[in-house]
């Protein structure tokens, strides 16, 4: 079902995904993907791919800027309307991920991860998830982790379908999305430096 849902929306898609990759070719991001590595199914990687919201721009030492400084304003807008994540149909299409599951994160994060977390492994991440749907960016890495594991243990056809309806009525009301979706999260490594350091 994936698979076929995935080609038909790829299809059904392809204007706008033509629209937008024009857009960014001749905008200041000029690239039109960002392709990373991440960890699927039993820590398997991959190559995730999304639309590129940031631009590559660098200080006098060559140094990437940090990434709110480096989002533009159309980038913006596409992680703010979840544009950004359409490329990751052929993800899906590839059988690389499902609609839905855990949301993949880097792989730096794994020797981070406690065994409990990485439960969030056994099976196929998703490009929304139940984390998605109950809070996004808007809640911490910890409650994260919890909701990632309590769909790998309830997972069922009947809670996919209500994850979809959820993250449809979400995308359209851009809900549950603050200054740390349009700047990007902190990440959980960094997020572990400063808990540490009581900051």
């Known amino acids: ?8 929306l790829l299809i059904l898609l392809s204007p706008l995904i033509i629209l937008i990759a024009i857009i960014l070719r001749f905008s200041s ?13 039993n820590c398997k990687p991959f190559h995730v791919i999304k ?13 990437l800027l940090p990434n709110k400084d480096r989002i533009t304003k159309f980038g913006s807008f596409l992680r703010k309307t979840s544009l950004d994540e359409i490329p990751q149909i052929y993800n899906v299409l590839k059988g690389d991920i499902s609609f ?13 991860y406690s065994a409990e977390i990485n439960r969030r492994h056994n099976i196929k991440p998703g490009i929304s998830g139940w984390a998605q749907v109950n809070g996004r960016n808007a809640i911490s890495w910890e409650r994260k982790f919890e909701l990632d594991n ?32 349009t700047h990007t999260i902190v990440p959980y490594d960094v997020y572990l430096k400063t808990r540490k350091n009581g900051i």
């Open 150 to 181: 309590y769909y790998v243990d309830n997972v069922s056809f009947g809670l996919d379908l209500k994850i979809l309806f959820k993250t449809i009525i979400k995308v359209f009301r851009a809900s549950d999305i603050n200054a740390s979706e």
């Open 1 to 8: 079902m994936d698979k076929v849902l995935a080609l038909f």
């Open 51 to 63: 639309f590129k919201t940031m631009n590559d721009e660098r200080d006098d030492h060559g140094n």
């Open 29 to 41: 991001i000029k690239k039109i993907f960002f392709i990373q590595q991440r960890p699927g199914l």
């Open 100 to 112: 839905i599951g855990p949301r993949p994160l880097e792989m730096r994060y794994l020797p981070l």
